[in-house]
């Protein structure tokens, strides 16, 4: 049974990269006075975090990144390679498990400003902590930012939803 769940999870994974899901969006801190470069990238860390003791056995981490489209941009679109490739798994130890990632116009603005990233894993919980690395192109003269506005929703092997579930998204210097 927990093996058709978790192919449920999988099945709700791709649908909500392919037609996307509405979810309620921060605006990003703009740092002042700070403006991007040619050339210039803008590393941001998601953490995900919940309450172990509710959900020991987290199988399926959706995350929605929103961040500012006119500012910071992916390269590609959807879930095109480029995309994968400024999009790094560091949830440690889940190598095997399903990791996607997709970039998409989520509040109908005519350009990307939001990248969904997914991991499921029925093998292993997926723990607490760093949980990706997105390596954005910072658009020449737009003012840079301190933060992005993250969301997540987790579930665990069984496809119980777990409701303490929060993210973070950090820019490394």
Do not use: W
């Not at 093996?3 to 449920?8: E, L, S, W």
């Not at 399903?98 to 991991?119: S, T």
């Not at 737009?142 to 069984?158: F, G, I, K, Q, W």
């Amino acid at each position: 049974m927990r093996v058709g769940r978790f192919v449920g999870f999988v099945g709700i994974l791709a649908g909500t990269f392919a037609a996307g899901a509405a979810f309620a969006v921060s605006s990003p801190s703009p740092s002042p006075g700070n403006t991007c470069r040619a050339g210039e990238r803008v590393t941001a860390v998601v953490t995900v975090e919940y309450d172990k003791a509710e959900a020991p056995d987290v199988a399926g981490v959706v995350v929605s990144l929103d961040y500012p489209g006119k500012a910071l941009t992916i390269p590609g679109a959807h879930s095109d390679q480029s995309v994968h490739d400024r999009v790094t798994n560091l949830a440690t130890g889940h190598d095997a498990g399903i990791f996607e990632c997709a970039d998409r116009d989520a509040h109908k603005l005519g350009y990307e400003d939001q990248l969904r990233i997914g991991l499921a894993d029925p093998q292993k919980p997926i723990a607490s902590g760093r949980f990706a690395r997105v390596a954005f192109d910072c658009v020449p003269g737009a003012s840079r930012v301190d933060a992005l506005p993250c969301s997540v929703e987790l579930t665990t092997n069984t496809g119980k939803p777990v409701t303490t579930g929060r993210c973070r998204a950090a820019i490394e210097p």
